[in-house]
T-cell receptor, first 115, second 112 residues
Framework: DADVTQTPRNRITKTGKRIMLECSQTKGHDRMYWYRQDPGLGLRLIYYSFDVKDINKGEISDGYSVSRQAQAKFSLSLESAIPNQTALYFC??????????????FGPGTRLTVL | SQKIEQNSEALNIQEGKTATLTCNYTNYSPAYLQWYRQDPGRGPVFLLLIRENEKEKRKERLKVTFDTTLKQSLFHITASQPADSATYLCAFRGSTLGRLYFGRGTQLTVWP
């Protein structure tokens, strides 16, 4: 089974709709992240969480919100979707220890299209 | 602001040659750099990490160097194969522990 799962894998929605993307992990990591990826722009950080009670904004948090329901679950919401939020969204996790410090493990991605 | 750049958006090489990808950073001195591989429609996968006190790191056909004077990391794939075709991303940890800054990636194509 995959260590980091994302649902849904694909979603088409309309402008103004509320949508939630979900991420679950079985790696036992405390740290979780949400990124979006656009052609030519690379990975940009939306929000990150270092434990259940910790939520931090990334580079592009406007128009998004998150919820860390448990250590293993981190959800991303678009309160009122707009077309320029059409992108590939990735959830990632990392541990807090040394070794391959902050090696991030990514989910398979959610392709979101806002019409 | 902390910034990371990968100079080439695309690199095309012939099978068997060595591919060299470049990653530069500015306005920060990271403790380490990471390299990831991303296949189309999939999430990035970690390949290698190199720390600031390491000049070179190897893993099978992969080699990474880290020059803190030039503020640059080079990623080499020797004896490249078509299966190496993918996008390669570099990333460094910024001043916030646990947070990575990613470059835009270099799309490598290895042709037979």
């Amino acid at each position: 089974d995959a260590d980091v799962t994302q649902t849904p894998r694909n979603r088409i929605t309309k402008t103004g709709k509320r949508i939630m993307l979900e991420c679950s992990q079985t790696k036992g990591h405390d740290r979780m992240y949400w990124y979006r990826q656009d052609p030519g722009l690379g990975l940009r950080l939306i929000y990150y969480s270092f434990d259940v009670k910790d939520i931090n904004k990334g580079e592009i948090s406007d128009g998004y919100s998150v919820s860390r329901q448990a250590q293993a679950k981190f959800s991303l919401s678009l309160e009122s979707a707009i077309p320029n939020q059409t992108a590939l969204y990735f959830c990632a996790t990392s541990g807090a220890g040394t070794g391959n410090s902050n090696e991030q493990f990514f989910g398979p991605g959610t392709r979101l299209t806002v019409l | 602001s902390q910034k990371i750049e990968q100079n080439s958006e695309a690199l095309n090489i012939q099978e068997g040659k060595t591919a060299t990808l470049t990653c530069n950073y500015t306005n920060y001195s990271p403790a380490y750099l990471q390299w990831y591989r991303q296949d189309p429609g999939r999430g990035p996968v970690f390949l290698l990490l190199i720390r600031e006190n390491e000049k070179e790191k190897r893993k099978e056909r992969l080699k990474v160097t880290f020059d803190t004077t030039l503020k640059q990391s080079l990623f080499h794939i020797t004896a490249s194969q078509p299966a190496d075709s993918a996008t390669y991303l570099c990333a460094f940890r910024g001043s916030t522990l646990g947070r990575l800054y990613f470059g835009r990636g270099t799309q490598l194509t290895v042709w037979p």
